[in-house]
């Protein structure tokens, strides 16, 4: 199987009058849709847009692992942990939260901020919270998440390059920037493609691209 879900379709949030501009790919506040709720381990991605001086001020979360990829800009994060930290293009940021952490997230910077934020359900809620950031990784090296069972593969492809996609029960593409085919279908920056069952899938570069893409199994 495999769905694919343009950048297009993805439900408007955030508060555009506060500088905050969203596009949720799973059903989120009030976009409702039980038939989207989640798929494999994930049950949000958000693609958030924010000017200088805007952000989400402190709010909860819990049994979620939270995983952050900075497109373009600085964000910073604070959270009630005691952590505080910069994100930046090319890190990857990881809030646990546990059995419940607060944080803010905010462009403290003086240019747009751009950020796909990711959330995924973990195999046994609960716990004390915990974070990390990576800085700077590397093209191809996997990100674990294994709370969740799930990993996170980082792809940045030349126009015409190829990369085969994992095998596993479920995988999320996610496409950052550029253009890929995967098999007969066009992906733009924004659409993602869910698929389960699938074995030998590849992605082709069109143009120079930037990807994400989750191995997950249960």
Do not use: K
């Not at 994060?77 to 905010?106: I, K, N, Y």
């Not at 691209?209 to 249960?218: G, P, R, S, T, Y």
């Amino acid at each position: 199987m495999i769905d694919v879900r343009r950048s297009g379709d993805r439900y408007p949030g955030g508060e555009p009058g506060a500088g905050i501009e969203s596009r949720h790919a799973f059903s989120f506040g009030p976009h409702y849709d039980p038939d989207n709720l989640r798929f494999g381990a994930i049950l949000a991605c958000n693609e958030e847009h924010l000017v200088p001086g805007a952000g989400f001020d402190e709010h909860p979360h819990s049994h979620t692992e939270i995983i952050t990829w900075v497109v373009t800009g600085e964000l910073t994060h604070r959270d009630s942990a005691g952590h505080t930290s910069v994100v930046r293009p090319g890190d990857v940021q990881r809030l646990s939260s546990g059995g419940g952490v607060r944080h803010v997230e905010r462009n403290d910077g003086t240019e747009p901020l751009t950020f796909i934020q990711m959330w995924l359900a973990p195999r046994d809620p609960g716990g004390d919270p915990a974070y990390e950031v990576v800085h700077g990784i590397a093209d191809s090296t996997p990100y674990d998440v294994p709370a969740a069972g799930a990993m996170l593969h980082v792809r940045r492809l030349a126009t015409g390059e190829r990369a085969e996609l994992p095998t596993a029960q479920y995988v999320y593409l996610h496409v950052v920037r550029g253009e890929v085919r995967l098999g007969d279908v066009e992906l733009a920056p924004g659409d993602a493609a869910r698929i389960a069952g699938e074995t030998g899938l590849e992605v082709l570069a069109g143009a120079e691209a930037h990807l994400l893409i989750w191995e997950m199994n249960d």
